[in-house]
């Protein structure tokens, strides 16, 4: 399974961006997927996660009510949707595809500064 993020950018306080996942495979609505990210100096951590079916999602307190992660099993793609964006966001933002193994994206940088 390969995983291939985009999205990511430069962006001021308060603003918004949504970053994109695509998967090569056919079986992705059998995938849980996440999304993580990994600052400077600092531990890889979830951010989000959704179940293979979607019904389900959890997210770190620290990003609750600002994501929305989401899911398009006709595209192979999940998204996370980032509002009100803080400079404690920037960091590299990966996503993984969990089912017996696990997979991860090269990352898309994210940078919230004024």
């Known amino acids: 399974v390969q995983l291939v993020e985009s999205g990511g950018g430069l962006v001021q306080p308060g603003g918004s961006l949504t970053l994109s996942c695509a998967a090569s495979?056919?079986?992705?609505?059998?995938?849980?997927m996440s999304w993580h990210r990994q600052a400077p100096g600092k531990e890889r951590e979830l951010v989000a996660i959704?179940?293979?079916?979607?019904?389900?999602?959890n997210y770190a307190d620290y990003v609750k009510g600002r994501f929305t992660i989401s899911r398009d099993d006709a595209k192979n793609t999940v998204y996370l949707q980032m509002n009100s964006l803080e400079p404690e966001d920037t960091a590299v933002y990966y996503c993984?595809?969990?089912?017996?193994?696990?997979?991860w994206g090269q990352g898309t940088q994210v940078t919230v500064s004024s």
């Open positions: 959704i179940s293979s079916s979607g019904g389900t999602t």
């Open positions: 495979t056919i079986t992705f609505s059998s995938y849980a």
């Open positions: 993984r595809a969990a089912r017996a193994r696990v997979y």
